[in-house]
């Protein structure tokens, strides 16, 4: 069969045209779709893992269930719409995989979030110069406890706090009703701080 030319002007072609390419057999359009959609994908894996060998090896599983499944794309939404959930689906599966992880101490966590933590106990939180790397400090500690909680809880605050997704965008992806998709979240921020509540009262000084 003929193959779409990729010329310069390829990116005029749109998405769609292109998946109509792909289901025909032709691989030049399914390998304008990886490279078009590739950061997207990385994006949203690199929200669920941190290791990067293992951020590539869900977006080539995303990219696989994508090519395996372009029939059931109907043009009713956005391409990468459809491909953002096929990705965040494959990665709420891997973490229901994964077997889950102890419950995170005071040992897990480096010195400079142990200082944080110190600081947030004592009310020390004045140094101007310090907004900056504190709010890098604060991401990773949140990041430590998020992964410590059940796979649909991480996958709830990871779309509605960390892509900041709205409440409709969460249940379209997740396929749960915007109720289920607001109390999750709420029981899923509670657990979060329950759990910082923990590691605080650890560093709290003695009386």
């Known amino acids: 069969m003929k193959r779409l030319a990729l010329s310069d002007s390829i990116k005029e072609v749109s998405d769609e045209q292109l998946v109509s390419r792909a289901r025909l057999g032709d691989d030049d359009a399914f390998a304008e779709i990886v490279g078009r959609h590739s950061a997207r994908v990385f994006q949203v894996a690199s929200k669920f ?19 395996r499944q372009l029939g059931s794309f109907e043009g009713r939404g956005s391409f990468e719409g459809w491909l953002t959930r096929i990705a965040t689906n494959t990665c709420l599966n891997e973490l229901r995989r ?19 933590l110190e600081r947030q106990v004592t009310g020390s ?24 909680l059940p796979p649909d809880d991480r996958l709830v605050l990871t779309l509605v706090d960390g892509q900041e997704l709205s ?26 701080r329950s759990a910082l509540e923990k590691l605080m009262k650890t560093k709290s000084p003695n009386p």
């Open 49 to 67: 893992f941190r290791q990067r060998n293992q951020v590539e090896d869900i977006a080539q599983e995303v990219f696989l269930k994508a090519y």
């Open 167 to 192: 409440t409709k965008e969460v249940a379209e992806t997740t396929g749960w009703s915007e109720s289920k998709v607001k109390v999750k979240a709420f029981r899923a921020r509670r657990k979060m």
């Open 125 to 148: 939180m004045t140094e101007p110069s310090r907004s900056v790397e504190d709010t890098l400090i604060a991401s990773d500690l949140a990041d430590k406890l998020l992964a410590e």
């Open 98 to 116: 994964d077997k889950r992880h102890p419950e995170l101490t005071v040992a897990d966590v480096t010195e400079d979030e142990a200082v944080w």
